[in-house]
């Protein structure tokens, strides 16, 4: 590697410390178009070479490193010491950040959502739940219109950079949508005790794959799949529901 700049390790620390992210660009993903490549490449998570005085630095390859630092860590690829459950911590400052802006903007449409239903804490509706691993157990977002129950299961698919990225993206919606069809089964044969805990009267059920980033799926899928897969944004710029 041809190396622009010589940083003692003082130096080095205050660079670093200038680049932490803070509470407000913590709930920001960074623009994909920015990114160069696959944001978790080799080069990209080692820009800094140490030798017996100095470290080696590239400035252009530093500054690519800094532009997939953000997203590398919101796809947990790194993560960051003593902000105790960092997981808990990504969904909610990155992951879920959005859900209560779409249950506002629902809300400006005449329309009452509501977020995280834990179904197994819920008496009435709890065994259908016990012990089934092929079934979503947590409802992120659900509302009624027209008679109607709308379940969507948000999801954080990251970015894909590659064929192979593009693959697993594809199997892993597959089998959400597995889970989703088994979850509508149940509550369509049980749709009165799912009437009472929702505290809602609805006669059919609809699930959609509501996700945190664009992805590439929704140019390969079917427009007409039962359970369609949209982003975030549609919501937010009030193209859905």
């Given at each position: 590697m041809k190396c622009g700049k010589y940083i003692e390790e003082n130096g080095?620390?205050?660079?670093?410390?200038?680049?932490?992210?803070?509470?407000?660009?913590?709930?920001?993903?960074?623009?994909?178009?920015n990114l160069i490549g696959d944001n978790n490449r080799r080069l990209l998570r080692s820009p800094i070479i140490e030798t017996e005085s100095y470290y080696l630095l590239s400035p252009a390859t530093w500054m690519?490193?800094?532009?997939?630092?953000?997203?590398?860590?919101?796809?947990?690829?790194?993560?960051?010491?003593?902000?105790?459950?960092?997981?808990e911590l990504v969904k909610a400052k990155y992951d879920e950040y959005y859900l209560k802006k779409i249950q506002s903007t629902l809300a400006s449409n005449g329309i009452r959502a509501n977020t995280h239903f834990d179904m197994s804490k819920h008496k009435e509706i709890k065994d259908y739940f016990e012990s089934k691993k092929k079934v979503p157990h947590?409802?992120?977002?659900?509302?009624?219109k027209n008679d109607t129950l709308y379940i969507w299961d948000l999801k954080n698919y990251k970015l894909q950079h590659s064929f192979k990225e593009i693959r697993k993206l594809d199997n892993n919606i597959r089998e959400e949508k597995r889970k989703l069809y088994n979850l509508g089964n149940i509550i369509e044969e049980n749709i009165g005790d799912?009437?009472?805990?929702?505290?809602?009267?609805?006669?059919?059920?609809?699930?959609?794959?509501?996700?945190?980033?664009l992805t590439t799926y929704n140019y390969f899928s079917e427009k007409d799949s039962e359970i369609p897969v949209r982003y975030k944004g549609d919501f937010l710029n009030k193209a859905v529901f």
């Open positions: 080095i620390t205050n660079a670093i410390n200038d680049f932490v992210l803070n509470s407000n660009d913590f709930k920001k993903a960074v623009n994909p178009e690519s490193a800094c532009k997939t630092l953000k997203l590398r860590i919101l796809n947990r690829d790194i993560k960051i010491k003593n902000v105790g459950n960092f997981n947590e409802i992120d977002l659900y509302y009624m799912f009437n009472k805990e929702f505290q809602i009267r609805f006669t059919r059920v609809k699930m959609g794959i509501l996700t945190v980033d």
